[in-house]
């Protein structure tokens, strides 16, 4: 079997022959590979899934208090820079 290689410019394309004991041994290997590779990443992502949940719980709570308090900072940085601002522009006339 020809198998024609288009290269970016116009010239010449080289071409592969492949025998079909080596387009077996192609076939063969992708069909055992593919579905060992797909069924390994779905059974990671199972595990994944059925985590215990109690462990996330503890650490999303400590993640939503920071958030909590990350926007406390902001809202205070906030109101600062507006009176700040105020003062320059009454300043300023």
Do not use: C
């Not at 406390?72 to 003062?87: F, G, K, S, V, Y």
């Amino acid at each position: 079997m020809n198998i024609i290689l288009i290269p970016e410019g116009f010239r010449k394309s080289p071409t592969v022959s492949l025998s079909h004991r080596q387009l077996a041994v192609m076939a063969l290997a992708g069909l055992i590979l593919l579905p060992a590779v797909l069924g390994w990443v779905l059974s990671d992502l199972y595990e994944r899934i059925q985590a215990p949940s109690s462990v996330n719980a503890s650490v999303l709570a400590a993640q939503r208090s920071e958030l909590a308090a990350d926007r406390a900072a902001i809202a205070a940085t906030r109101r600062q820079a507006e009176t700040d601002l105020n003062a320059l522009a009454q300043r300023l006339g």
